[in-house]
């Protein structure tokens, strides 16, 4: 958790370009029956699932800026591809700490699995990953929820755009000192060491 922490407290000082990168499955539905024609709009609420999708989400923490990709599928592949296309729209002089979870398709490996050598080398020298500890997944980024929706990710889409229009930066204040008196469940204080039960190591 502390590497984490860090890295956050160092891209509110400016000295670190930090993304917080998630992605969620998201079920897509569709009307059983068909809305009656005519005002007032009325929608028939029964439906049925049409399909998965899957969205990719990144949030610039200190530029306030978001980007969002909707996928059919859940592969290192799109994972890498989402990552590729990120990077354009940062500064390229400087290098990218991305914070996400553990997810078995977050590697470097998939950089080279969907690149050439050379573009999946110059991605992972532009680019820091740190991962969340397991008991604080999810916490990098939330994307907006909208599961009845037919077109995947529409209100993500608009709510990602309506929060670039404003591009609030996060203000993040909580640190490791914070953390240590917070959270002593995690931090727990270390006792005195009792060297009695140590071995006598023979002369």
């Not at 110059?122 to 740190?130: C, M, N, P, Q, Y």
């Not at 991962?131 to 907006?144: E, M, Q």
Request: glycine fraction near 6%.
């Amino acid at each position: 958790m502390e590497p984490v922490l860090e890295v956050y407290a160092e891209g509110a000082t400016g000295l670190r370009e930090v993304i917080g990168l998630d992605e969620s499955g998201k079920e897509l539905q569709e009307p059983v029956r068909p809305s009656p024609p005519g005002p007032p709009v009325r929608e028939d609420p029964e439906n049925h699932r049409n399909a998965q999708a899957n969205l990719l989400l990144a949030y610039a923490l200190f530029r306030g800026w978001r980007t969002i990709t909707v996928t059919e599928t859940r592969t290192r592949s799109d994972w890498a591809h989402f990552v590729h296309d990120l990077l354009d729209h940062l500064p390229s002089e400087r290098r990218i700490t991305i914070v996400l979870d553990n997810l078995n398709t977050y590697t470097v490996a998939a950089l080279y699995q969907a690149f050439p050598l050379t573009e999946a080398t110059r991605i992972r020298h532009r680019v820091t990953f740190v991962h969340i500890p397991s008991t604080d997944r999810g916490a990098a980024v939330r994307s907006p929820a909208d599961s009845g929706s037919r077109d995947a990710g529409a209100g993500d889409r608009r709510v990602v755009t309506a929060q670039n229009a404003v591009a609030a930066p996060a203000r993040w204040t909580f640190t490791n000192d914070q953390a240590r008196r917070a959270l002593t469940r995690l931090y727990p204080v270390p006792g005195p060491i009792d060297d009695t039960s140590a071995e006598t190591m023979p002369g």
